[in-house]
T-cell receptor, first 108, second 114 residues
Framework: EDQVTQSPEALRLQEGESSSLNCSYTVSGLRGLFWYRQDPGKGPEFLFTLYSAGEEKEKERLKATLTKKESFLHITAPKPEDSATYLCAVNEDDKIIFGKGTRLHILP | ETGVTQTPRHLVMGMTNKKSLKCEQHLGHNAMYWYKQSAKKPLELMFVYNFKEQTENNSVPSRFSPECPNSSHLFLHLHTLQPEDSALYLC?????????????FGEGSRLTVL
């Protein structure tokens, strides 16, 4: 069983159409949840760290939230340049474990 | 030069070849990592080095051999690989092992095993 599950696998949105990506986790003793962005042919780029339920972080059109079992990455009025794969990861016993990611495509 | 640099960016090798991947970080970090990224799979942690000492070997086959001569350089030596080892190999660094989860990745080395 995957410890980090992301949904949907892929998402196509029109420019300006807001939506949310989900990351659910089953690790015990969560020591941080992280969001990354990965562009084709590049390594992942760090976006956010969340440590406790109720915490929120924002960056431009992105907002990450955390509950006890899942995290959401909300994308408000996205632009084509937001197209990428978004990866969720958790820290369990100092090991960073990644989900498979959500491929996001924003149509102009 | 800044960030994490990986060479070569692309590598094609036969199953009997020996090759090495190189990673260098210019961020003053103390921890370095190798991850494997295959299609349809999550990033798989392979090795972790903290202050040049290996602190994690995630059940990686012995045909992959890491080397960390100092906190800025990390190598992955490859020998007698299998076609299923074809993947993107990503190097990353952080201030400390697992402390913040903020990993800085290189652009990866795309490996093809024939």
């Amino acid at each position: 069983e995957d410890q980090v599950t992301q949904s949907p696998e892929a998402l196509r949105l029109q420019e300006g159409e807001s939506s949310s990506l989900n990351c659910s986790y089953t690790v015990s003793g969560l020591r941080g949840l992280f969001w990354y962005r990965q562009d084709p042919g590049k390594g992942p780029e760090f976006l956010f760290t969340l440590y406790s339920a109720g915490e929120e972080k924002e960056k431009e059109r992105l907002k990450a939230t955390l509950t006890k079992k899942e995290s959401f990455l909300h994308i408000t009025a996205p632009k084509p340049e937001d197209s990428a794969t978004y990866l969720c990861a958790v820290n369990e016993d100092d090991k960073i474990i990644f989900g498979k990611g959500t491929r996001l495509h924003i149509l102009p | 030069e800044t960030g994490v640099t990986q060479t070569p960016r692309h590598l094609v090798m036969g199953m009997t070849n020996k090759k090495s991947l190189k990673c260098e970080q210019h961020l003053g970090h103390n921890a370095m990592y190798w991850y494997k990224q295959s299609a349809k799979k999550p990033l798989e942690l392979m090795f972790v080095y903290n202050f040049k000492e290996q602190t994690e070997n995630n059940s990686v086959p012995s045909r992959f051999s890491p080397e960390c001569p100092n906190s800025s350089h990390l190598f992955l030596h490859l020998h007698t690989l299998q076609p299923e080892d074809s993947a993107l190999y990503l190097c990353a660094s952080s201030r400390g092992s697992g402390t913040t989860g903020e990993l800085f990745f290189g652009e990866g080395s795309r490996l093809t095993v024939l």
